[in-house]
């Protein structure tokens, strides 16, 4: 959704004051996407409004239209998310796209739009394996699931199971402010499916990660790259060439 949301207010035209993000396009495309019930979409926008990561934009000349833009915090947090997985893309080949972003804002505004489309049509990234979607799906989950991936140091993409450091659910659960029964829920549905596990009994010793879990993990985040790294080839190719034809029509 919240793909979605940037996608439709980065939309928005000087020219087209209705244009952009309005109540009406983003409960459609949440809708159509079936992400979300009418009423939790109806419910989100109202939360950013609240927690001011949206706000009005002022002068509409239809005042039945609410057209909403993203306020700065928002902004660069978004454009944060999409650096940094530049700078990722970048260590895989040597390339310079953060640095190419970080000078041209342009390119940022025109590849989010872009890559958010591919995702939402990407039933990889949009149905994430079953094997992690029941971190994905969970608040702060997708957070929990990327710090496990982060403790990696070896990685064989051959062995069928890979051991990080031992540590303790308590830890994760201080660092995200979650419930302990919320994160044993999350960790005993992947342990009883042979996903995840320890090499002790009672969570202790080297925890270890399946070989079907990890493939399951790269396949998802694979999509998601591949999406971003067309969409920032593609801004380029925009910004050298204005005349190209518009994301919406490519």
């Known amino acids: 959704m919240t793909h979605a949301l940037f996608s439709l207010s980065l939309q928005r035209q ?24 009418r009423n939790t979409a109806t419910a989100y926008l109202a939360e950013l409004v609240a927690y001011k990561f949206l706000r009005d934009v002022p002068d509409i000349p239809d005042r039945r239209v609410r057209v909403l833009e993203t306020t700065e915090a928002s902004f660069t ?3 944060s998310w999409f650096q940094g997985h530049m700078a990722c893309l970048d260590k895989l080949d ?11 804002e342009r390119i940022f505004r025109i590849a989010q739009p872009r890559a958010a489309a591919m995702l939402m049509n990407d039933d990889v990234w949009l149905e994430p394996a079953e094997t992690i979607g029941h971190f994905l799906w969970s ?8 710090d496990l991936i982060t403790r990696i140091e070896h990685y064989d993409p051959n062995a069928e199971r890979v051991e990080i450091a031992p540590f303790a659910l308590s830890t994760i659960s201080e660092k995200y402010t979650l419930s302990a029964t919320n994160l044993k829920r999350m960790f005993q549905k992947a342990e009883s499916e042979g996903l995840i596990g320890w090499e002790l009994p009672r969570r202790r010793g080297n925890m270890w990660l399946s070989r079907q879990f990890l493939h399951d993990y790269f396949n998802w985040q694979a999509a998601k790259f591949a999406a971003l790294d067309e969409a920032y080839h593609y801004a380029i190719a925009r910004i050298e060439n204005p005349g190209l034809r518009s994301w919406q029509s490519a």
């Open 14 to 37: 000087p020219d087209d004051p209705l244009s952009g993000l309005t109540a009406t396009r983003f409960i459609e495309t949440v809708m159509k996407l079936g992400a979300a019930s």
């Open 77 to 79: 947090a978004m454009q």
């Open 94 to 104: 040597g390339g310079n796209r953060e640095a190419s972003c970080q000078a041209d």
């Open 139 to 146: 608040d702060f989950g997708g957070m929990v699931l990327h």
